[in-house]
Structure formats: structure tokens, C-alpha cells
């Protein structure tokens, strides 16, 4: 069946490219499009409860600790909904603003899995910044905010 199941779990973020300004565009490895990514670093019961869901993403162990990578593509090939960025929310669940999520921020990630025929895929279905770091802001302009026309 094509069962399909979403669930949520806290931890760290790390490398958050979940907006349109921000995303992953690297088309050779993720496909037409690119996609949105973020790794959560998360404790062992978050772990545990993640593998027990049998997706297939394995976590990995990082010098920050356990990080589970979290994706979603621009384009999905077959369902439209399935595609573009996750939505993104403040701790109180109200719309985000597009400033970038800077390593070390407290995340709710919600993520599907689902059946497949390699196994059970995951994708990144919604991110809840529950505690803020913000990115030092770059030399080149290149920051925590995001870039409006005025």
C-alpha cells in the first residue's frame, strides 16, 4: 500500500536551506529543481523514535552528534503538492519571515513517511523554529535577513 504516515520530532538545526532564498540548488545531486534540506542533530530518544518509523534515511554521527538529514524537492516529479518549500513557522505557528535559520536553533521538523518501492522514503513536510539563533550577518550582504526590493 501507499501508506503514508506524518510525524514530528525536536531537535538542533544544522545547514538549514529550507527557503526559496536559501535552497539547495545543486540539480546533479538532488534533481531538477534542487531541493530544501536541513539536518537536525537529536537526542536518543528522537532517534530511536525516528528509526522506528523505517524510513530509510539512516542517521549519522556527526561532531555536533546524531544528525538525521531532512529533504524535500522543488520539483516532485509526479505530485505537485509534494513539491516546493516546506512550510516554515514561528513557535507559536504563525507564518515565518525568511530569515535563515542559523546552526544551533531549536526545530520542530514534521516529515511524511511513506511507502515506496526501495523502501520507505521521508520528506520534509514543515519546520517550527521554536528558539532562534540568527546568522552573524556576512561581509558581502549575505545574512541572517532576507533580501526584499525596498
Same mark, same amino acid.
Given at each position: 500500500?501507499?501508506?503514508?504516515?506524518t510525524y514530528?520530532?525536536?531537535?538542533? /538545526?544544522?545547514? /538549514?536551506?529550507?527557503?526559496?532564498?536559501?535552497?539547495?540548488k545543486?540539480?546533479?545531486?538532488?534533481?531538477?529543481?534542487?531541493?530544501?534540506?536541513?539536518?537536525?542533530?537529536?537526542e536518543?530518544?528522537?532517534k530511536?523514535e525516528?528509526?522506528?518509523?523505517?524510513?530509510?534515511?539512516?542517521?549519522?554521527?556527526?561532531? $555536533?552528534?546524531?544528525?538525521?538529514?531532512?529533504?524535500?524537492?522543488h520539483n516532485?516529479?509526479?505530485?505537485?503538492?509534494?513539491?516546493?518549500?516546506?512550510?516554515?513557522?514561528d513557535a507559536?505557528?504563525?507564518?515565518w519571515?525568511?530569515t535563515?535559520?542559523?546552526?544551533?536553533?531549536t526545530? $520542530?521538523?514534521a516529515?511524511?513517511?511513506?511507502?515506496?518501492?526501495?523502501?520507505?522514503g521521508c520528506?520534509?513536510?514543515?519546520v517550527?523554529?521554536?528558539?532562534?539563533v540568527?546568522?552573524?550577518?556576512?561581509?558581502?550582504?549575505?545574512?541572517?535577513?532576507k533580501?526584499?526590493?525596498?
Open positions: 500500500s501507499m501508506a503514508s504516515k514530528k520530532l525536536t531537535g538542533t /538545526a544544522m545547514w /538549514a536551506k529550507v527557503f526559496p532564498h536559501n535552497m539547495d545543486n540539480e546533479d545531486f538532488h534533481g531538477p529543481g534542487g531541493a530544501y534540506t536541513i539536518d537536525v542533530i537529536v536518543q530518544e528522537a530511536d525516528f528509526v522506528a518509523t523505517g524510513a530509510r534515511t539512516s542517521p549519522k554521527v556527526t561532531d $555536533e552528534g546524531v544528525a538525521i538529514k531532512f529533504k524535500r524537492k516532485h516529479p509526479s505530485i505537485a503538492d509534494f513539491g516546493g518549500a516546506p512550510q516554515v513557522v507559536d505557528s504563525n507564518d519571515d525568511g535563515l535559520i542559523g546552526n544551533g536553533s526545530v $520542530e521538523v516529515y511524511t513517511v511513506y511507502d515506496t518501492k526501495m523502501g520507505k520528506r520534509l513536510e514543515g517550527r523554529v521554536v528558539d532562534l540568527e546568522l552573524p550577518p556576512l561581509e558581502d550582504g549575505e545574512g541572517g535577513a533580501k526584499l526590493p525596498f
